[in-house]
């Protein structure tokens, strides 16, 4: 699986856009991009995931490159309960077996009042 | 609610001592694994469970066994617990054939400290 590379901490202020960058610059063709988020010390939770195209649902819009080595998540309105770490992850979507995905410490957004 | 339970969610130990952290789901998931998480860092791999009767180690395996006889349960067994096993463990499942829709469900966490 391909490693991503996320910026440590970021801030945001409440009501404005939160744009959370990803680089996965070595993601092959068959590869998603997932995002999640850990709010506390709470399990993660999946925020949205996208392969080539532009997503968006209910929590957040999820931007991919053309090239598919970069990804921003866009949280439009961020909350105080917004503040949490997140996780940008890669992961085949051939189902042939189990990829040992990695959770690298992902990105801090404080989202400040 | 269908999801991933785990009990206990918090747990003091002696170092020596052994015990069983449980993981169960109702979603009909394949795959299971564990994950720790020490303070400030991200989440390492343990062991993973592709089905019943089939498990394997992933990137921090050392002091843990795992087995999974049924679908919806996946223990993981702390053998002798030392202090540098003190860390939160979370259990996670996943469908293998609704990928890439069928994301990780994690479950809310233990939190084990040895003493």
């Known amino acids: 699986d391909a490693k991503t590379t996320q910026p440590t901490s970021m801030d945001c202020a409440e009501g404005r856009a939160a744009n959370l960058p990803c680089n996965h610059s070595t993601i092959s063709g068959n590869e998603y991009v997932y995002w999640y988020r850990q709010i506390h010390s709470q399990g993660p939770q999946y925020i949205i995931h996208?392969?080539?195209n532009n997503e968006t649902n209910e929590m957040a819009s999820l931007i991919i490159t053309e090239d598919r080595k970069s990804s921003t998540l866009i949280l439009p309105h961020a909350t105080l309960r917004d503040t949490a770490v997140y996780y940008c992850i890669v992961r085949s979507v051939n189902s042939g077996g189990y990829q040992k995905v990695t959770f690298g410490t992902g990105t801090k957004l404080q989202v400040i009042p | 609610n269908a999801g991933v339970t785990q009990t206990p969610k918090f747990q003091v130990l002696k170092t020596g001592q052994s015990m069983t952290l449980q993981c169960a789901q109702d979603m009909n998931h394949e795959y299971m694994s564990w994950y720790r998480q020490d303070p400030g860092m991200g989440l390492r791999l343990i062991h993973y469970?592709?089905?019943?009767?089939?498990?394997d180690q992933g990137e921090v395996p050392n002091g843990y066994n795992v087995s999974r006889s049924t679908t919806e349960d996946f223990p993981l067994r702390l053998l002798s617990a030392a202090p540098s096993q003190t860390s939160v463990y979370f259990c996670?499942?996943?469908?293998?054939?609704?990928?890439?829709?069928?994301?990780?469900?994690f479950g809310s966490g233990t939190r084990l400290t040895v003493v």
């Open positions: 469970s592709v089905g019943a009767g089939i498990t």
């Open positions: 996670a499942s996943s469908s293998r054939w609704k990928v890439p829709g069928g994301g990780y469900t």
């Open positions: 996208g392969l080539k």
